[in-house]
């Protein structure tokens, strides 16, 4: 069965949901994110632009390590599917915060509600991030390609979005609320797609009931109920499970993968979104300058993440994927210097290479390692590099504090 379908019917269609899922996976954080100019106005003394961030990714790397340490004895269908109800929930969470309950009014009150739903956001992530990419490293690497490109779509989605609401609203009475409300209903609706897909369309793709029957067959008990919702029963006695490494194994042989991931993601939220959205410099864009550089730092992530499809421009070198990653550090005099003495132009060139980077390197980082392994490994491997990414953002939003010093608070 497993030859019969790997090249054939169904492969396009998991493709094209896969990248759908990707968009479900940071629809709402987007959404979250590109509505910045908006809690400023409400909340000009909480930095929210670096406070949201920081609130969301401890959840995410608490929960992320929890499932991670446990993956083997996970319910992967369970897992994904809490994780896009919890989207789903929490982007109707927001809508009565932000709107039906304060009528778009600040205060604290307001501000540890939207805090709260910031973090339920990262637990959120936690459970589908880490599940989908484990899952899907039991497959082929092009839906890995797939479902990134999706959560960098969900970026340009969001952001495409935001400016079309500014753009209507600007003139209107409380138009930064209508546009925030706008923003969660799609979100709330978009996550509710996904759910669907998730559960009714995925599981039956004969490519993807391939892939899993194989990883069955491996020792991998975190398929099974993927298996029955696609009508395969899978036997749960299987002597392989016993044999494969373990997550200190797979770790010591794909250090350099993990460590690679880790400082692409501390960089880039070093820098973004808290340093990019609380520039204080003026520009002669105003107020659309924010939402500017957010949909560059946006398409050009997106840009990154479809360039690994060339085959002749993918790296492959593990070596080179490190050296590529650490290099990437001199963007922080660049940028330094480019808010300090330069105008507009500078600074979003420079967003758009550190966009273009950052969607470029994790496609490699996390197509190229899951080889020569087990089903189980697969998706061990894939929670491992996941959790080190997750630890890498939640570096980096740490790390924006820094820009502060010497600026006040």
Request: hydrophobic residues 50%; charged residues 15%; positive net charge.
């Amino acid at each position: 069965m497993a030859i019969q379908f790997e090249k054939g019917e169904g492969k396009f269609a998991a493709t094209v949901v896969c990248w759908l899922l990707g968009i479900g996976c940071l629809f709402s954080w987007n959404s979250m994110v590109s509505i910045i100019d908006y809690y400023a106005i409400l909340f000009p003394k909480y930095h929210p632009a670096r406070v949201l961030p920081i609130v969301y990714q401890p959840l995410a790397v608490g929960v992320l390590l929890i499932l991670s340490y446990n993956e083997a004895k996970i319910n992967t269908r369970k897992r994904n599917l809490f994780g896009y109800f919890l989207f789903f929930m929490s982007s109707l969470m927001i809508l009565v915060v932000i709107g039906l309950g304060t009528s778009g009014k600040g205060g604290i009150g307001t501000y540890v509600g939207i805090c709260i739903v910031s973090g339920a956001f990262g637990v959120g992530d936690a459970f589908v991030q880490g599940g989908m990419i484990g899952d899907l490293s039991l497959m082929c690497p092009d839906f890995i390609q797939s479902f990134l490109a999706g959560m960098a779509a969900s970026g340009v989605l969001t952001t495409g979005l935001r400016l079309i609401t500014k753009a209507a609203f600007e003139n209107s009475r409380n138009g930064l609320r209508k546009g925030a409300m706008m923003y969660f209903a799609v979100s709330m609706l978009f996550e509710l797609l996904c759910l669907i897909l998730y559960a009714y369309v995925f599981p039956k793709l004969p490519t993807v009931k391939c892939y899993r029957s194989k990883a069955a067959s491996e020792g991998s008990k975190t398929v099974f109920a993927d298996l029955a919702a696609g009508g395969i029963q899978a036997s749960e006695e299987n002597p392989a499970y016993m044999a494969r490494l373990n997550n200190k194994q797979l770790l010591a042989q794909n250090m350099d993968y993990a460590i690679a991931i880790f400082v692409t993601f501390v960089l880039t939220f070093s820098i973004f979104p808290g340093f990019l959205s609380e520039d204080t410099r003026k520009h002669s864009l105003g107020s659309w300058y924010v939402l500017l550089i957010i949909a560059t730092q946006n398409v050009s992530n997106l840009i990154g993440r479809y360039i690994p499809l060339i085959d002749s421009l993918k790296l492959k070198s593990r070596r080179w994927l490190l050296i590529v990653s650490f290099s990437r550090f001199l963007l922080i005099p660049c940028f330094y210097y480019a808010a300090k003495y330069g105008d507009q132009g500078w600074m979003i060139m420079l967003t758009s290479f550190l966009g273009l980077s950052q969607g470029y390197l994790p496609v490699c980082l996390l197509t190229g390692a899951p080889k020569n392994y087990k089903g189980p490994e697969k998706n061990a491997l894939g929670n491992l590099l996941v959790l080190f990414l997750g630890g890498g953002v939640l570096a980096g939003v740490t790390l924006s504090w820094v820009w502060l010093i010497g600026k006040g608070w």
